[in-house]
Nanobody, 120 residues
Framework: QVQVVESGGGLVQAGGSLRLSCAAS????????MGWYRQAPGKQRELVADITRDGTANYADSAKGRFTISRDTAKNTVYLQMNSLKPEDTAVYYCMLTIITMTRGRQNYWGQGTQVTVSS
């Protein structure tokens, strides 16, 4: 069994910052890619940023220069530092981890989602 738990969302004023965390636990062999997605009301889920096992990060244009993704591989945890937040960043944020286990091989696991609300 694998569990993926997110934390760190909340309400913040425009220009503020938030840090999201996502940790995996359970019968994990290792975690490969890790990423953050978001879904605003009435819109499709979109990639915000992802990071490979060797630490190579990729960002959506909307996140470049404001958000930073990082990982602690030893703790099976990924972070998203969000600065200079804008009202259009308001969404439910989900982490997605590619996890390899001995019993199920390579699978993608999603966090439960955390609400980020940016007020103007």
């Amino acid at each position: 069994q694998v569990q993926v738990v997110e934390s760190g969302g909340g309400l913040v004023q425009a220009g503020g910052s938030l840090r999201l965390s996502c940790a995996a636990s359970g019968s994990i062999w290792y975690v490969d890619a890790m990423g953050w997605y978001r879904q605003a009301p009435g819109k499709q889920r979109e990639l915000v940023a992802d990071i490979t096992r060797d630490g190579t990060a990729n960002y959506a244009d909307s996140a470049k220069g404001r958000f930073t993704i990082s990982r602690d591989t030893a703790k099976n945890t990924v972070y998203l530092q969000m600065n200079s937040l804008k009202p259009e960043d308001t969404a439910v944020y989900y982490c997605m981890l590619t996890i390899i286990t001995m019993t199920r091989g390579r699978q993608n696991y999603w966090g439960q989602g955390t609400q980020v609300t940016v007020s103007s």
